[in-house]
């Protein structure tokens, strides 16, 4: 049990200062803290609670606190005010050379090691037996740590500090989710502790981890707690970091920060929403902005390219006939060739490729990808900028403006899992898409269209890669393929690279995909295909919307919001498509009965074409 | 401002944990040496041989009764003092040698301590290999108070330790109190009848008396071999007072030790 009490942590900037006070405190500790402008306020007003066996993320910018928390649970750190209680033994998991002189061998510091992470003196031999087997060093336990690669040792510490029996876990960016063997080993471990112990993971960025495995979220910014909550429920606010006060000039305002509502409202409580007044206030919010006959732009659409085809052409879809719109008062904003999709609903469309050169879009796609600011909760600068050079290129002045912030706002409300799906479908207008395709030269008759990309439902795992690749193989020999891959990231999504196969053509083959063109390029592929296999993520959606027969594929369907995003999808497809969409989770399936299913649905659409 | 940690330990598992510390700490800087262990043999050897030659000159043990040999009896008061001395120092030296460990891992305190006795006790078996020399060279006969003596020798290292501990956490953050005690050394060492016999009278003498560690050492070594007997009855009220230091120690050092461990540079 961790138990955090109104805790602040004030550290001196003076150090000479700092050991003075600690040598007084040695033998008479007061509550006096000596005021100084060069304080620094590590921690301020931080109360939570976290119970047995539950597990807390606490996502923040650097220098937000996260390892003053980390150091407060472990005990090497005290509260300058307030209370810690913990109950239990706790384990900072790392991977440092904690304690190893050269002289030691490996079994020796194993067990030093050992017994300073808590392990029982009459288990010692077995557990540090275990460990050496299970990281494949056995042979080593008689080297000395001298002619020990460092390597090898740093892994062994970091698998000994997880593997010895803890109450607490924390994890202070140490939480490894990466998919090499050792990585793998570790992440078996990793979810037995999850499942038996307190664990407390803190990253000053998201982590990949599966949203049913995490109770509880915290969100700290400069030593202030702005969020705890219900994982689901706070997940989405974290988004909006860049909404957050600006950092603090002076203690005075981070004491009004600290009295502020906002602090004592998010404290302990998740954010209940009342649906139905939330969506009067927002539907007469939008009527209010669109009741009059500006120039409407609706953009620009930079985020995941799923999202763009099951929400936010559905939801201009949904403002049009809602609103009674025109559409020749109404431009689309968006990106890499776009403008098909848009084409239906009668729009007028800008594509963001012609507004910038290749290398300046590369460069500012590139940079959201790598700052993880793909969904748009907020405008950004780029978008700013964007919109001021539409602007200017249309003359225009007065305008509406359709960000997607409006849909990931409605979106955040959906993803807290506190809302039924109609909520969502109030908002949306799911309809299959007829799009006028041109047949592209230079592909097979009856093909099989696939996209791999890695994503939170089909992580780049070693499974996750050797299903994709024994999958491609079967097909490869049996039908004829064509890959979606294009060289060409458009969203967060990875494509996944596998070796050339024969009977595989992918598009990126064909030379004449640029960032220009590249989502055209894919729906074109999509349209003309027999059958599409894919994961179910992406441009994979597009698909059953078209109309053609797709089996998708998923591996983790809990992770992030893919869970409230599958149910949404499903739902509305079987509205009216009920034959063409199969989903599978590939953990249930073996790879002959997904061969069996595709060649079942390349039948049935083969017989359909003749009749 | 508390943070409560509430742990359940078990006594074995500190205990191994200290002889790892120990073990760790003897081997590397035993391995980092030319000769090894056997330092443990010359370091009470050259310290006493230079001050029993001096002593000897100058009729150190003029005071005692006749027929003690002066050569015994100072070597055997060097050994005491070094077993006393020696459970002052290694604590804060230990303590220097594990704060690596202690910025990453919060583990028992207490087995640093262990670890710093087991260090002692190393030194006290190479000591006791000594004495036995000592008393086999000097022809001393063993008597039942020569295994009581022997009996005080724990109670020599606790007297250090009560030291010891109080002043390891305070090391970790001012490095004055380990620069001086080698200073502290020399003054306790003459301050004390350790080399040689309690004056008759004088200023020196009345230091010698309320010095608490004169009837530690003197005590033990009049029943191994005679000289001036200062009484059993200060002897017990010395072990008192160093038992109450010792446990007000310990309580000192649990208390300090948290607050110490945040500013380890």
Request: hydrophobic content about 45%; some cysteine.
């Amino acid at each position: 049990m961790i138990e955090f009490n109104n805790v602040s942590k004030i550290y001196y900037s003076d150090i000479e200062k700092a050991r003075k006070r600690a040598f007084i405190d040695t033998f008479w500790q007061s509550n006096f803290i000596v005021q100084s402008e060069k304080n620094i306020y590590a921690l301020l007003d931080i109360s939570f609670s976290l119970k047995e066996k539950e597990s807390l993320i606490v996502l923040g910018p650097p220098k937000s606190g996260k390892t003053t928390i980390a150091k407060l649970i472990c005990g090497l750190a005290q509260p300058s005010i307030g209370e810690v209680n913990i109950r239990g033994s706790t384990r900072l998991v790392n991977s440092a050379r904690i304690g190893a002189t050269p002289f030691m061998t490996i079994k020796n510091y194993l067990s030093l090691l050992s017994m300073l992470y808590g392990a029982k003196n009459k288990s010692l031999p077995y557990i540090c037996k275990n460990i050496l087997e299970i990281c494949d060093l056995e042979s080593y336990a008689d080297v000395r740590i001298a002619e020990f690669p460092n390597e090898l040792l740093k892994k062994l510490i970091y698998y000994t500090s997880i593997y010895i029996d803890s109450d607490i876990y924390i994890f202070d960016e140490s939480f490894k989710n990466d998919n090499s063997e050792f990585g793998q080993m570790c992440n078996a471990r990793i979810d037995e502790i999850i499942k038996t112990s307190t664990v407390v993971i803190l990253s000053s960025k998201e982590i990949n981890i599966p949203a049913n495995n995490i109770s509880k979220m915290m969100i700290l910014n400069e030593g202030c707690l702005l969020h705890f909550g219900n994982y689901e429920s706070v997940l989405p606010l974290y988004h909006k970091l860049n909404l957050l006060p600006q950092p603090f000039r002076s203690d005075e305002e981070k004491k009004e920060f600290k009295q502020s509502k906002v602090n004592k409202k998010t404290r302990h409580k998740d954010e209940l929403i009342d649906l139905s007044s939330f969506e009067t206030n927002y539907k007469t919010m939008m009527q209010n902005r669109l009741n009059s006959p500006n120039l409407i732009i609706a953009g620009p659409y930079m985020a995941d390219t799923g999202m763009e085809i099951i929400y936010w052409i559905p939801y201009l879809r949904w403002l049009i006939e809602n609103y009674h719109l025109d559409r020749n008062n109404f431009i689309a904003l968006s990106r890499c060739g776009a403008e098909i999709w848009y084409r239906e609903l009668g729009l007028r469309y800008i594509d963001i490729c012609d507004l910038l050169s290749e290398q300046e879009f590369i460069e500012m796609h590139n940079k959201r990808i790598s700052k993880g600011k793909i969904k748009q909760f907020s405008i950004s600068d780029e978008e700013k900028r964007l919109l001021s050079i539409v602007l200017e290129k249309l003359a225009i002045k007065d305008y509406n403006l359709i960000h997607p912030s409006f849909l990931f706002e409605l979106l955040s409300v959906f993803w807290m899992n506190t809302s039924p799906i109609e909520f969502i479908n109030n908002f949306v207008n799911v309809k299959p898409t007829e799009l006028f395709v041109k047949n592209l030269s230079g592909m097979p008759d009856n093909y099989i269209a696939v996209n791999f990309s890695f994503c939170p439902c089909f992580p780049d795992t070693l499974k996750n890669r050797q299903f994709m690749k024994e999958l491609l193989s079967e097909l490869s020999k049996q039908f004829k393929i064509v890959s979606l891959n294009s060289g060409i990231q458009v969203d967060g999504h990875i494509e996944s690279n596998f070796d050339p196969l024969n009977n595989i053509i992918s598009i990126k083959d064909l030379r004449i995909v640029t960032y220009r063109n590249i989502l055209e390029l894919q729906t074109n592929v999509i349209s003309n295909a027999s059958l599409f296999v894919g994961i179910h993520s992406g441009i994979s959606y597009l698909a059953p919307l078209l109309g053609i027969k797709t089996i998708n594929f998923y591996s983790d369907k809990n992770s992030g919001t893919y869970a409230r995003n599958f149910s949404f999808f499903e739902t509305n497809l079987s509205n009216f498509s009920k034959n063409s969409f199969l989903l599978m989770d590939i953990s249930r399936y073996q790879l002959d009965n997904i061969i069996y299913e595709i060649r079942r649905a390349l039948e049935s659409h083969t017989s359909m074409n003749h009749n | 401002m508390k943070s409560k940690i509430f742990r359940i330990q078990n006594i074995h598992d500190i205990i191994r944990l200290g002889w790892l510390l120990f073990f760790r700490d003897f081997q590397y800087r035993y391995r980092l040496s030319y000769f090894g262990y056997i330092w443990a043999f010359i370091r009470p050897v050259a310290i006493a041989l230079p001050i029993i030659f001096v002593g000897k000159k100058f009729n150190f043990g003029q005071n005692n009764e006749p027929g003690v040999s002066y050569e015994a009896f100072a070597f055997l008061g060097v050994i005491f003092f070094q077993i006393f001395f020696d459970s002052v120092t290694y604590p804060q030296m230990l303590i220097r040698r594990v704060r690596s460990i202690l910025k990453k891992i919060a583990f028992p305190y207490i087995s640093i301590i262990l670890a710093s006795s087991f260090y002692v006790l190393f030194n006290l078996s190479v000591y006791i290999i000594l004495l036995v020399i000592t008393l086999f060279i000097f022809n001393i006969s063993i008597h039942f108070s020569t295994v009581l003596s022997f009996l005080c020798l724990p109670l020599l290292i606790i007297a250090g330790l009560s030291i010891g501990i109080f002043i390891s956490p305070i090391t970790l953050l001012y490095l004055d109190i380990r620069y001086s005690l080698s200073i502290i050394s020399g003054i306790l060492l003459w301050t004390t009848p350790v080399v040689y016999a309690l004056p008759k009278e004088g200023f020196l003498r009345s230091v010698n008396v309320w010095n608490p560690l004169t009837y530690l050492i003197n005590t033990p070594r009049f029943w191994i071999i005679g000289g001036i007997d200062t009484g059993a009855w200060f002897f017990a009220l010395s072990i008192i007072f160093f038992s109450l230091l010792f446990l007000g120690g310990l309580k000192y050092y649990f208390r300090a030790m948290p607050i110490v461990i945040e500013k380890i540079l």
